[in-house]
């Protein structure tokens, strides 16, 4: 079965920096997302991307959050300058068009 | 916005028992209900999901069960096994085939089946 693949699992980085987290959807898919799941909480929508464009963002995704699908394949989330806060998991998910979303295995950022 | 209130946050039960996990929606433009499944470290896997224009859907030993007009839904896991030990996440979302399909999840539920 397809999935979606996020690298890498863990990213630990020092408070201030960039980071960018990576995503590879499942290949037919057309709609791609992050959320994200402090720990031990409930996972939370930050943005929805379609046709090249963000479609939705939740008032997490700020602007220092920023989202790109640079080539056919990849979609990444970019955060400018990380903040404590931003310690979570990042789940990135996609569907098809009338089909259940597909989540990644995440990845664990840790901001120091 | 959608808010999504889920109960128990925790629940026990002994192997071979039923478990019931019970969710509320506010928005009743909803019209998508899936119930996800997540291990310790790992991704959410949905396990079924329901639409808002039937009642109840089965699939083996999970049922989902949608009240629109009471805008509550629940899970029930019949003969539970221990590895059905895992967070439970319920969720809401407007849309049709085509669009956005933003999840908005509840706090998870936590359930243990002991031996």
């Known amino acids: 079965e397809p999935e979606v693949t996020q690298t890498p699992s863990h990213q630990v980085t020092q408070m201030g920096q960039e980071v960018i987290l990576r995503c590879v959807p499942i290949s037919n898919h057309l709609y791609f997302y992050w959320y994200r799941q402090i720990l031990g909480q409930k996972v939370e929508f930050l943005v929805s991307f379609y046709n090249n464009e963000i479609s939705e963002k939740s008032e997490i995704f700020d602007d220092q959050f920023s989202v790109e699908r640079p080539d056919g394949s990849n979609f990444t989330l970019k955060i400018r300058s990380t903040k404590l806060e931003d310690s979570a998991m990042y789940f990135c998910?996609?569907?098809?068009?009338?089909?259940?979303?597909?989540f990644g295995n995440g990845t664990r950022l840790t901001v120091t | 916005g959608e808010n999504v209130e889920q109960h128990p946050s925790t629940l026990s039960v002994q192997e071979g028992d039923s478990a019931v996990i019970k969710c509320t929606y506010s928005?009743?433009?909803?019209?998508?209900f899936p119930w996800y499944k997540q291990e310790l470290g790992k991704r959410p896997q949905l396990i079924i999901d329901i639409r808002s224009n039937v009642g109840e859907k089965k699939d083996q030993r999970i049922a989902v069960t949608l009240n629109k007009t009471a805008k509550h839904f629940s899970l029930h896991i019949t003969e539970t096994q221990p590895e059905d030990s895992a967070v439970y996440f319920c969720a809401a979302s407007w849309g049709s085939g085509g669009s956005n399909y933003k999840l908005t999840f509840g706090k998870g539920t936590l359930l243990t089946v002991n031996p």
């Open positions: 998910a996609s569907r098809a068009t009338g089909t259940p979303l597909h």
């Open positions: 928005d009743s433009a909803s019209n998508y």
